[in-house]
């Protein structure tokens, strides 16, 4: 067996506590949810607070023994989307372990961001926040740059729901994006049709709860247009259909 492990910028309190991934893997925490790939705990150290993400395989099908594990995709994605300018909650250690037979294991560790919201909570419990018009436009601006962003060089998210964009409620809020196993660069109709899929899940939520004026706002900003071409209502059209029948 053959252990990656890895710590960035820790504190003290942190290398101590996230030493290894042996220990990593047998904290115990408040659990958050647990799939059949993954658990997620939240665990206290010192003043601060964190989620260790642990993966009980490296993915799905092939992905369990060949190619980048899910684990691995997520810490590189994270830093990259560091790397470009996309704000993302700090990954703090991250590795894995190939098991015998070729399936691997790991585990990331990500400090907890202070007063902050899944975007879709945020719309769905109501918050006073989502009242806020100035607030509310800011937020789905920021949303649309970061989404751009990742796009213009090439990357889809590929589970860009909104339940994995964070924000907090400042006057001038910022938008956090997190959760991303399944993101990678991709060229060609590939990523036409991610691109489409990371717009159609942020609206699939969006839909419930913000106007079409709003809608059609965040997809100018996204495209950083003020009048829509023929091309853009093309897109719009296959971001509306593009969970029909599924």
Same mark, same amino acid.
């Not at 909104?162 to 956090?176: A, K, M, Q, S």
């Given at each position: 067996?053959?252990?990656?492990?890895?710590?960035?910028?820790?504190?003290?309190?942190?290398?101590?506590?996230?030493?290894?991934?042996?220990?990593?893997?047998?904290?115990?925490?408040?659990?958050?949810?647990?799939?059949?790939?993954?658990?997620?705990?939240?665990?206290?150290?010192?003043?601060?607070?964190?989620? =260790?993400?642990?993966?009980?395989?490296?993915? +799905?099908?092939?992905?369990?023994?060949?190619?980048?594990?899910?684990? +691995?995709?997520?810490?590189?994605?994270?830093?990259?989307?560091?790397?470009?300018?996309?704000?993302?909650?700090?990954?703090?250690?991250?590795?894995?372990?190939?098991?015998?037979?070729?399936?691997?294991?790991?585990?990331?560790?990500?400090?907890?961001?202070?007063?902050?919201?899944?975007?879709?909570?945020?719309?769905?419990?109501? $918050?006073?926040?989502?009242?806020?018009?100035?607030?509310?436009? @800011?937020?789905?601006?920021?949303?649309?740059?970061?989404?751009?962003?990742?796009?213009?060089?090439?990357?889809?998210?590929?589970?860009?729901?909104?339940?994995?964009?964070?924000?907090?409620?400042?006057?001038?809020?910022?938008?956090?994006? =997190?959760? $991303?196993?399944?993101?990678?660069?991709?060229?060609?109709?590939?990523?036409?049709?991610?691109?489409?899929?990371?717009?159609? $899940?942020?609206? +699939?939520?969006?839909?419930?709860?913000?106007? +079409?004026?709003?809608?059609?706002?965040?997809?100018?900003?996204?495209?950083?247009?003020?009048?829509?071409?023929?091309?853009?209502? @093309?897109?719009?059209?296959?971001?509306?259909?593009?969970?029909?029948?599924?």
């Amino acid at each position: 067996m053959t252990d990656i492990w890895q710590l960035s910028n820790p504190s003290e309190l942190e290398a101590e506590q996230f030493e290894n991934l042996e220990h990593v893997l047998g904290a115990e925490g408040e659990q958050i949810n647990t799939s059949d790939m993954s658990t997620l705990v939240r665990v206290k150290v010192g003043e601060s607070k964190y989620y =260790i993400k642990k993966y009980h395989r490296g993915g +799905r099908h092939f992905r369990r023994r060949l190619g980048r594990s899910r684990v +691995r995709a997520e810490w590189e994605n994270s830093h990259y989307f560091r790397q470009i300018g996309v704000p993302t909650a700090r990954l703090v250690a991250f590795g894995e372990r190939r098991k015998p037979f070729g399936d691997r294991i790991g585990a990331l560790v990500i400090e907890e961001l202070e007063n902050v919201q899944d975007m879709a909570n945020v719309l769905k419990t109501g $918050c006073h926040m989502q009242q806020n018009k100035a607030w509310l436009g @800011r937020v789905t601006q920021k949303i649309a740059k970061y989404t751009a962003m990742l796009h213009d060089k090439g990357f889809v998210h590929g589970d860009l729901k909104l339940r994995n964009i964070l924000v907090n409620f400042g006057l001038d809020p910022e938008v956090y994006i =997190i959760d $991303c196993p399944d993101g990678s660069i991709k060229s060609g109709m590939l990523f036409d049709r991610g691109v489409v899929k990371d717009i159609a $899940c942020l609206d +699939r939520t969006a839909k419930e709860f913000l106007s +079409r004026t709003q809608r059609l706002k965040f997809y100018k900003n996204y495209k950083k247009v003020d009048k829509l071409s023929t091309d853009d209502k @093309r897109m719009i059209k296959r971001v509306l259909t593009f969970f029909e029948g599924r």
